[in-house]
């Protein structure tokens, strides 16, 4: 029997290449160009949108604070009978003219930081999850300040999250105080990407910015180039204002940190539960939150985060799963764009509690439609479990997976005479019968195509030796070596040290 000899170039050894390979290319990466999916059409933009600027006009915010209210009246709004601050069309127009359409998300690494607005995507983190999906148990447990650590590490290593927000609340830290200044040490040792995290009090904010200083090396050093944003609800459903989260927005832009100020209505209960009125609604509560901003400091960075949240009506609970959710994030990200403002909106806020099918269906229609529909910043995207009660270590190594093929479903088919390749077809019906080996393949492999690192390809005979894991165990092996690895060493020993004389630090 004439001896085979084995081919180079074949799968073995390409997958041995791959393997061996530090710095894998990545045919999808993020800031992707979404916008194709548009749930509304131009007319129904135009209609939303005037419906929006006549609720501003006509019923406008209440409970306005006395300092923000004199703004407000002092570039042109005025004063109901009721008390109400109702602004003219004219007015809105302005600001949203004078808002900044793109601007940068610094990360401490300056190559880390991301451009936002227009056409881009990207996925990150968002979310207050008061409970943490144990590795070990597989049981819901309290967060605690350790896990919100373990996080921001692991994330820190996933290619697809572009920014990371604090995913979960320290429950083990009772002061408040405490509390916002360990997170934020938290994010400065875990992480280099850019950040963001809330402020419980506006006093909170000066003594942090201390602390990032301190890491910076010198006074005033961290606002030069800010890389933690503020994530601020100003607006309370329905349409008015609440005092501290407007304190806190003061304080923010005193020490110029950029401001994402989220709406998050719920339909059927702080907001209608017809879809279109609740776009509307929306629309102009975040609209009031960027007024307010641009009065403060005209021009100033803001995330215009219009988020539309989704109650089960027979039980009054929250859903983040569903089309609901799916259609309505992605109508808000097209109304963003529409007016031309840095867009961000939610998904992946699945109901499921395990990572199973209903997990899976739930994150893919949410976070495949917000990209879609071209939301320039997705929150909540990653790591988010039981309607944003838990987070999960192998969720954000699953998700980080999924947004690789929306990144890729993002970038399209491009064609050109190259990848058309009359040439290689005509060359493989002549010659070999397929393309196995050929260079316009070989080439492609690494160019247009993502390859899962957790998802299984196996046929079912090698699954089944392997012991039949499903996707949960791979993530939860995955991520109980990545937590083994030791402290990134984000943070000199000296900037520790003088930030813990300071502080009361718990980690």
């Avoid at 390409?14 to 530090?22: D, F, G």
């Avoid at 690494?109 to 409970?131: C, K, L, M, P, Y």
């Avoid at 799963?321 to 806020?349: C, F, H, K, R, Y």
């Amino acid at each position: 029997m004439k001896q085979q000899t084995r081919r180079s170039g074949g799968r073995a050894s390409r997958h041995e290449h791959r393997a061996s390979t530090t710095s894998t290319p990545n045919p999808a990466p993020p800031g992707q160009i979404g916008g194709l999916y548009k749930p509304l059409t131009p007319a129904d933009i135009d209609r939303l949108i005037t419906a929006a600027f006549t609720l501003l006009e006509t019923l406008g915010m209440g409970e306005v604070p006395d300092g923000l209210a004199n703004l407000f009246i002092a570039k042109g709004a005025t004063r109901r009978p009721d008390g109400r601050i109702i602004f003219p069309r004219s007015l809105t127009e302005d600001i949203i003219a004078m808002a900044p359409r793109r601007f940068t998300l610094h990360g401490r690494d300056d190559h880390r930081s991301i451009e936002i607005g227009g056409d881009t995507v990207h996925f990150g983190t968002g979310g207050a999850a008061v409970q943490t999906l144990d590795l070990d148990s597989g049981d819901y447990r309290p967060s605690t300040l350790q896990d919100l650590y373990d996080f921001t590490r692991l994330q820190d290593r996933l290619n697809n999250v572009s920014w990371f927000t604090r995913c979960c609340v320290a429950t083990d830290v009772p002061d408040n105080f405490d509390l916002d200044v360990n997170t934020v040490y938290a994010l400065l040792r875990g992480t280099t990407k850019p950040v963001a995290t809330s402020f419980t009090l506006a006093e909170h904010v000066a003594p942090i910015v201390k602390m990032l200083d301190i890491a910076e090396g010198g006074e005033g050093a961290f606002s030069k180039r800010p890389y933690v944003k503020a994530h601020i609800s100003p607006v309370i459903s329905p349409l008015r204002f609440g005092e501290d989260a407007v304190d806190v927005t003061f304080a923010c832009i005193r020490h110029n940190i950029p401001i994402s100020c989220i709406t998050a209505a719920q339909s059927g209960a702080t907001a209608p539960a017809t879809l279109a009125g609740f776009l509307v609604q929306s629309l102009a509560e975040t609209l009031a939150s960027l007024i307010m901003v641009n009065v403060i400091s005209p021009g100033y960075p803001m995330v215009f985060s219009n988020w539309p949240l989704v109650i089960d009506l027979r039980t009054g609970a929250f859903s983040g799963g569903g089309g609901e959710t799916a259609i309505l994030n992605a109508a808000s990200a097209q109304l963003s764009n529409a007016l031309g403002l840095p867009s961000g909106v939610a998904s992946s806020m699945t109901d499921a509690k395990s990572i199973d099918a209903q997990y899976g269906v739930e994150k893919g229609v949410t976070a495949l439609a917000a990209a879609l529909a071209g939301g320039n910043l997705i929150y909540e995207s990653s790591g988010m479990t039981a309607a944003l009660l838990g987070a999960s270590f192998e969720s954000f190594l699953i998700d980080d997976e999924m947004h690789s093929a929306i990144y890729r479903t993002l970038r399209g088919v491009e064609v050109s005479d190259e990848t058309i390749g009359l040439q290689a077809i005509e060359e493989a019906v002549l010659g070999d019968g397929h393309f196995l080996g050929h260079s316009q393949t070989m080439a492609a492999m690494e160019r247009d195509y993502v390859y899962p690192d957790l998802a299984d390809r196996n046929p079912p005979i090698s699954w089944s030796e392997g012991g039949r894991q499903d996707i949960w165990a791979r993530a939860n092996q995955r991520a109980k070596t990545m937590l083994l690895e030791p402290d990134p060493g984000y943070l000199s020993k000296a900037a520790d040290e003088a930030i813990r004389e300071k502080f009361n630090i718990l980690l």
